[in-house]
């Protein structure tokens, strides 16, 4: 998390990095900061807690002229949110600046040597450690700052993306990464960086990705130059980033969750085109295809992903279990990478990334390659790392995410599961060609069925007004539709702070019944599936204790209404694609609460959206 800007050409560096930090700020937002060197090469920084509308106040009627600089937006890991802890940090005598994405993990035992050298610290961060570790090498070896980033970093223990600028130096920025992602935009003789291309889309669309464990010397008017830790020479590839300005907008919503679960259809037609044909409803996955005889020789696959990812994994459990007779299990990445799991070389590993940039599901991507597994991506943000660290994949295209609570990453990345386990089933022949045909045939009508689904927010809207008063929410679901109640309770607790369980209905006697009484709403998800009736049993169990029941049904279904007090009616399709529908209205519930109780829909208190420390 933490999002970091920097910029050196011909425009005032502070307008640039304003710019991409407001477009960063979905990756933390607790406090922001920007260095400037003016044009007589004094280094001053500006900084404070808050918000980078925040930080665009504290500038106002200060001098930030200068053509190049770095900015910040934080995300706490290391301290509290306040000015002295945000970014950028200065070195001892003020020569350095530096921003920070990530932990550095050893900074205490840095910092005590520090101490013992006489350097003293404003801050609780270990990225000011950083910064004057860098200029203690540069003062001690007499070197060059890049060979003093270089320096410094080989004695470094954990994740970074840094940029550092030095006083009296108006042409370089000098950049690293390990583990955090960090891309520089290439313009017309000027330079950007982000750690995400797509907050500088509106500058250029030309970026170079910087690897794992290379730094980079940014300097107006000459060519990029990036070296790796050791010293060895980089190639300077730069690939061409397709995006409009108009997908980061709101484009008229109040929020830009609200404007994702809208833009539903449309993302999935972009997920599916070209990869289910229509009329011949072939699918084509070419990371599957160009692999084939790795999934039909498969012994297992395991998902590895985190939040909603590991909710759509849950249900790409099902559909390849069902689809391709394949053993799956699913795990939470964070457990994966800490457990010493068994990995055979013929298991296939799937991480599960809206970002691609989760550290949690990184490092297991790292972890299983090393096994001797083969790895796989469903990611979102196309050339971020989990893509660039896996075998093959799949994007699931659906443009940027910039709400926190994930929406259409979900709907998305459950579709490109439905089509794998399509594809590879009938690779296999563990599923029959009619069954194929009228799968594939549903997955290119969801973005028709999803419009159909997004008629429900009127009536969600005044139910969640309904409900605003509950202090807790149980979500039921069976089958397919049980990831859907996780995923729906984990919407409702990201940005409204209310506390919600998701569970697969009939566990509810099994201990979660002794909680339902009228102060307790459950929302069930009882669309017609193998569990209909059984689902429809677990409504009555708690109509009969005095349980609220909101019911999400399938349009004309009479049976649930008789015991539900209120039932949001959605399109139907095939029944393992019904998740993908069922959300929608799930999507708005938790919209339409959090707005009632006057919540930061887009930016719910202590999240990020993407998390890059462990
Ligand atoms: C954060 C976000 C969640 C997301 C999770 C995994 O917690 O707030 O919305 O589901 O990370 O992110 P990923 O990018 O790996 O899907």
């Known amino acids: 998390m933490c999002g970091i ?33 003016h044009p007589d090469g004094v ?24 053509t190049i600089g770095i900015g910040h937006t934080r995300w706490a890991t290391h301290g509290e949110p306040s000015d002295a802890n945000a970014h950028p940090h200065l070195s001892r005598s003020g020569d350095l600046a530096l921003i920070h994405n990530g932990i550095i993990e050893n900074y205490r035992v840095l910092r005590d040597a520090l101490r013992t050298q006489g350097f003293t610290f404003r801050s609780s961060t270990d990225s000011e450690v950083l910064v004057n570790l860098i200029e203690y090498v540069r003062d001690e070896h007499r070197c060059s700052l890049e060979e003093a980033v270089r320096e410094a970093l080989s004695q470094v223990v954990g994740a970074y993306a840094i940029a550092v600028i030095e006083r009296g130096d108006t042409s370089r920025i000098i950049a690293a990464r390990k583990s955090s992602p960090m891309a520089i935009g290439v313009g017309d003789g000027e330079y950007f960086l982000s750690s995400d291309a797509a907050s500088i889309i509106g500058f250029t669309q030309d970026f170079v990705y910087l690897n794992d464990g290379e730094i980079a010397v940014i300097e107006r008017g000459k060519p990029l130059h990036i070296m790796t830790l050791d010293g060895a020479e980089s190639p300077v590839a730069i690939q061409k980033l397709r995006l409009s300005i108009s997908q980061l907008e709101k484009g008229g919503f109040d929020h830009f969750m609200l404007k994702e679960i809208h833009e ?33 020789a498969a012994r297992r696959i395991i998902f590895v992903a985190c939040g909603t990812s590991w909710h759509a994994s849950l249900i790409g459990e099902h559909l390849i279990e069902s689809m391709c007779r394949i053993p799956v299990e699913v795990e939470y990445a964070s457990e994966f990478r800490y457990r010493d799991p068994v990995i055979y070389p013929d298991d296939i ?19 299983a390659r090393k096994a001797g597994a083969f790895v796989y991506g469903i990611c979102n943000v196309v050339g971020s790392s989990i893509p660039r660290a896996t075998h093959s994949g799949t994007y699931i295209h659906v443009g940027p995410e910039i709400g926190v609570a994930s929406t259409k990453a979900f709907t998305g990345q459950v579709t490109v599961m439905a089509m794998m386990a399509l594809l590879i089933g009938r690779l296999k022949g ?60 984990l919407k409702l607790k990201e940005i409204s702070y209310i506390h919600a369980e998701g569970l697969p209905a009939a566990e509810m006697k099994h201990g979660p019944i002794a909680l339902i009484d009228a102060e307790m709403p459950t929302v069930a998800i009882a669309t017609p599936d193998s569990t209909y009736e059984k689902t429809l049993s677990n409504i009555e169990e708690i109509k009969a204790r005095g349980g609220k029941i909101i019911a999400v049904v399938c349009k004309g279904d009479d049976l649930v209404r008789r015991s539900a007090d209120y039932c949001i009616e959605v399109p139907s399709t095939v029944e393992c694609l019904m998740p993908v529908v069922s959300i929608v209205p799930l999507q708005f519930l938790s919209y339409y609460i959090a707005t009632y109780k006057g919540r930061n829909v887009d930016q719910p208190r202590n999240l990020a959206k993407s998390v890059t420390v462990e």
């Open 5 to 37: 800007v920097g910029y050196v050409g011909g425009r005032e560096a502070a307008n640039v990095i304003i710019s991409g930090l407001h477009r960063l700020e979905y990756r933390g937002y607790d406090s922001a900061g920007l260095a400037v060197i």
């Open 43 to 66: 280094l001053d920084v500006f900084k404070c807690k808050g918000k980078v509308d925040d930080l665009e106040r504290f500038l106002q009627g200060k001098n930030a002229g200068g």
């Open 264 to 296: 539903q259809p449309e993302t999935l037609e972009d997920c599916i085109r070209g990869r289910v044909i229509p009329g011949t409803r072939e699918v084509i996955l070419s990371g599957v295809l160009d692999n084939k005889e790795r999934f039909l």
């Open 349 to 367: 590993v799937i991480a599960v990334s809206q970002s691609g940039e989760t550290a949690d599901t990184l490092a297991a991507v790292g972890m």
């Open 430 to 489: 563990t599923i029959d060609e009619g069954y194929y045909h009228r799968v594939a045939q549903a997955i290119l009508e969801l973005p028709a069925t999803i419009r159909e689904a997004l008629k429900t927010a009127p009536e969600v809207a005044s139910l969640a007004r309904m409900f605003t008063y509950a202090h807790n929410f149980i979500y039921l679901g069976r089958g397919y539709n049980y990831p859907t109640a996780l995923e729906g309770a």
